[in-house]
């Protein structure tokens, strides 16, 4: 028993069949790769977990409680979080910013009238915002607004509001396309010791297969919608259908 | 002190100096001379411009933060009118529990109406709101004529049973008071020529204005200020980051529906009548203006587009072409006619016209309203604040 248990969930988009009988059973504390060529349904399938799509058929159980026909704000708050493979932040408000609505978000539960407190009372959601942004290496660029930030920040900044949530599992969508190399290995880098100090569930969607290789404990190869094969990383870059399907393609 | 931070605090005592001196202020021209026309220093007036600056700093907490464009407040406006004057007529012509009424009444209105309304987003949400307040003004204008008094509005009689207060006075109806204090009762100062008055109803509603624009500066800074910005800037990332925008969109739109109501409210406090007028949906659309002219978003914007708007109605409204020969009598009569001609379609009933390219104006050179051409000189004086503001643009210069 996962922490995460995807049963048979299939979707159509008019003929097309983005997702076909996908079953997915990630462990807790361990980090799951998600491979596969570009259309594969990768995307579709995390839309699926985090509420934004409702599939046609299957289940998705989470901790044991159901996730399919919550609101996109329920599944977050029941410790799901989930970066974007296009950054999804808010462009309007500085990066401190970016990160207190988390913070608040994770403390006060979906809704709060906290109309009369100041934010810049809140000592211990700034503290706790701060911490994160120094982690990312972005403390410095905390008044900046978060529009006027290159991809690989906006990136960054992205999952460190993921992050500040201390979710129990992490949904993270190409998390280092578009970063220079040097930003991808600082990524690579909070993200292990990430899960190695609080123990964080992740499910990784990565066309660098070195960010693949140094992450995942196991590997998914999806290829128009249907699992091919799953295993631990050693068994899956030696795998014929793996070289045939998505590997064989990526070297052309 | 007020636990505002050092730009807010110095915001808000810029407000409060305004407030207070502005029967000054606003009369900067002797009585006798020709620019007398351009003082608007009356209590009327006056009264106006701090009324509608409460309706425009309520409209802001819901238009400038969350983005949502409604098109119906003057509807709530309408309501604490109503609610207003029925509390003068039925329990006493204090004006603290017609206030309390007003507000809560057009709250409870503004639960309803956004309720339903914030279903929708964008152009739904507007056109459903505009809707509701065209029902609204339909059913005040017609079919509840005996709860709105229908065409002639809703006014007080010496038949009022106005149980904890006075019915009649000396065979008049009484006049709105404050625990005694007269509504209506002004204070005349001349001086050389200049001549101020010091009105109670205009003091009354200042300090409640002071009130609501603390209350505002304080949410703005609030982390439910934080989240209603957070839904304009991206509502999709609001829900994956675990929070739930409708009911922070239906609380930011009951509190701006409250402030609409508690402006209703103080109009009827200064004159005890209400007409179904109040919630036509051009009243809904000037306070729009009001916001996007002084800058939407922004703390005093709304303080400053209120007052731009009350005074071109008021002072522009006025003037009359017997006005314009006065001013242009010193020129050849040929020039002074065709002078005259240009301008007639601007002044009187055209004050529309010149509100209107005032906006255009504005709108097309300014996006960021009043407040955003303010920073914009305060910049070029000075270059060293020009970098401060460049990174972390304040609202509410
Ligand atoms: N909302 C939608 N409506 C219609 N078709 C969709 C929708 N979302 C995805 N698709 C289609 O479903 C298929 C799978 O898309 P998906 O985004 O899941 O692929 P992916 O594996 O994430 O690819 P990439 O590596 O390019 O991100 C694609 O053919 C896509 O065009
Ligand atoms: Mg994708």
Not at chain 1, 17 to 26: E, F, T
Not at chain 2, 60 to 81: D, E, K, Q, R
Not at chain 2, 211 to 221: Q, T
Not at chain 2, 370 to 388: C, M, P, T
Request: charged fraction near 15%; proline fraction near 4%.
């Amino acid at each position: 028993m996962g922490i995460l248990e995807v049963n048979g969930v299939n979707k159509r988009f008019g003929g097309l069949q983005a997702l076909g009988d996908v079953n997915l059973d990630v462990q807790e504390g361990t980090c799951h790769a998600i491979i596969g060529p570009n259309g594969a349904g990768k995307s579709t399938l995390l839309n699926c977990l985090v509420g934004k799509l409702a599939p046609d058929t299957g289940s998705v159980i989470f901790q044991g409680n159901p996730v399919l026909g919550r609101k996109p704000h329920e599944i977050n708050q029941m410790g799901i979080s989930r970066v974007f493979q296009t950054p999804e932040i808010f462009s309007d408000q500085t990066v401190l910013e970016n990160v207190l609505i988390p913070c608040f978000a994770r403390r006060d539960g979906s809704f709060r009238m906290h109309a009369y407190e100041s934010v810049n009372d809140e000592g211990d959601i700034l503290t706790q915002a701060e911490e994160m942004l120094e982690e990312v290496n972005m403390l410095s660029k905390k008044d900046m607004m978060a529009s006027s930030l290159s991809r690989g920040d906006k990136r960054r900044l992205e999952m460190a509001m993921s992050l500040v949530q201390q979710p129990q599992l992490l949904l993270l969508d190409e998390p280092t396309a578009g970063m220079a190399r040097a930003d991808t290995n600082n990524t690579i880098a909070l993200l292990k010791e990430i899960k190695e100090k609080r123990n964080i569930t992740m499910v990784i969607i990565e066309h660098d297969m070195h960010v693949v290789f140094s992450l995942a404990d196991r590997i998914t190869v999806l290829a128009q919608g249907t699992p091919l094969v799953e295993d631990i990383p050693e068994n899956i870059k030696g795998h014929p259908k793996v070289r045939e399907a998505y590997l064989g393609e990526a070297q052309v | 002190m007020l636990g505002l931070n050092n730009a807010d605090r110095k915001l808000f005592l810029i407000v409060v100096c305004l407030v207070a001196f502005a029967p000054f202020i606003l009369n900067p021209f002797p009585d006798n001379v020709g620019m007398a026309q351009f003082n608007a220093g009356y209590p009327d007036l006056m009264q106006k411009l701090v009324i509608f600056g409460i309706f425009a700093i309520g409209y802001n907490i819901l238009f400038g933060l969350t983005g949502y464009l409604s098109f119906g407040h003057a509807a709530f406006l309408g309501v604490g009118s109503y609610a207003g004057v029925w509390m003068m007529k039925l329990l006493t012509m204090n004006v603290v529990p017609a206030l309390i009424v007003s507000v809560v009444v057009a709250g409870l209105f503004s639960l309803l109406i956004g309720y339903v309304s914030l279903r929708r987003t964008g152009i739904y949400f507007s056109i459903l709101t505009l809707a509701f307040a065209q029902m609204c003004y339909s059913l005040a204008y017609s079919v509840l004529t005996p709860l709105t008094g229908g065409e002639t509005g809703l006014t007080l009689s010496l038949n009022d049973p106005r149980v904890i207060g006075v019915t009649e006075v000396d065979g008049n109806i009484p006049v709105p008071h404050f625990f005694g204090l007269d509504m209506q009762s002004a204070v005349d100062l001349d001086v050389a020529g200049w001549s101020f008055t010091f009105s109670t109803g205009y003091y009354f509603a200042g300090v409640i204005m002071l009130v609501a624009f603390y209350m505002s500066v304080r949410l703005f800074r609030s982390p439910f200020g934080l989240m209603l910005r957070a839904i304009k800037s991206n509502q999709n990332r609001m829900s994956y980051t675990g929070l739930n925008a409708r009911p922070y969109t239906l609380a930011a739109f009951v509190i701006s529906g409250m402030y609409a109501g508690l402006a209703g409210g103080l109009m009827v406090a200064m004159d005890p009548l209400a007409g179904a007028e109040r919630m036509l949906w051009t009243a809904s659309g000037e306070v729009v203006l009001m916001t996007i002219l002084g800058g939407a978003g922004t703390l005093i914007g709304p303080v400053l587009g209120a007052g731009v708007i009350a005074y071109l109605e008021s002072i522009i409204s006025t003037i009359n072409d017997s006005i314009l020969h006065s001013w242009f009598q010193a020129l050849p009569d040929s020039l002074e006619n065709f002078l005259v001609t240009i301008l007639h379609p601007f002044v009187g009933h055209g004050w529309h016209l010149t509100l209107g390219l005032v906006f255009m104006g504005i709108v097309i050179f300014l996006p960021g309203g009043i407040v955003e051409g303010g920073r914009r000189i305060g910049n070029l004086f000075s270059r060293k604040k020009a970098d401060d503001t460049e990174t972390a643009p304040e609202p509410g210069e």
